[in-house]
């Protein structure tokens, strides 16, 4: 859903970097959806959490780090 999310302000905004992030984000949530899961370690979830998470926080670092500077009028 959150990918879903970042195509549609990525459609709004016409922000090529958002979409080209929102479509890698995408393809890690599709492939990591596909992979079937074998293993009795209550743990399995984990990297199923932290690897979308990891990447939605270096991506706002990123968007953050290189966002145009604010133009205050004089």
Do not use: C, D, K, N
């Not at 859903?1 to 905004?13: N, S, T």
């Amino acid at each position: 859903m959150i990918g879903l999310a970042l195509l549609v302000l990525a459609w709004v905004e016409r922000h090529w970097a958002l979409l080209a992030f929102s479509l890698g984000y995408l393809a890690i949530g599709l492939v990591q959806g596909a992979q079937v899961i074998h293993t009795s370690s209550p743990w399995f979830f984990l990297p199923y959490l932290l690897v979308p998470a990891g990447m939605l926080l270096l991506g706002a670092a990123a968007f953050a780090w290189f966002r145009p500077a604010a133009q205050v009028p004089a």
